[in-house]
């Protein structure tokens, strides 16, 4: 249902998009969002985005990370900037309304020199 890209390694400071397709329309979920786990943590929110537009972010990641979606294309992005080695986790995407809760296969990030 959700298929989620773009994590790979980069360097303090840089920065990586994240990219979730979902097979059908996107707007069928109320939110959707992003959550990453680190190894050894609990998986986290890291930003969502209702169906209107709203977002809402984790202290940690805020000024550093948008989230947006695109209907018409039935996806969401992470733009990720700034990026720092405690960003380093499995990323996934998540989708839900009233009866459903989707979750993707996650996409690693990692941040290292």
């Known amino acids: 249902q959700l298929q989620a890209s773009g994590g790979g390694t980069v360097q303090p400071g840089g920065s990586l998009t994240l990219s979730c397709g979902a097979s059908g329309s996107i707007s069928r979920f109320n939110v959707m969002g992003w959550y990453r786990q680190a190894p050894g943590k609990q998986r986290e929110l890291v930003a969502a985005?209702?169906?209107?537009?709203?977002?809402n972010y984790a202290d940690s990641v805020k000024g550093r990370f948008t989230i947006s979606r695109d209907n018409a294309k039935s996806t969401v992005y992470l733009q990720m900037n700034s990026l720092k080695p405690e960003d380093t986790a499995v990323y996934y995407c998540n989708a839900k309304s009233l009866y459903i809760n989707y979750w993707g296969e996650g996409t690693l990030v990692t941040v290292s020199s």
């Open positions: 985005i209702t169906n209107g537009g709203s977002t």
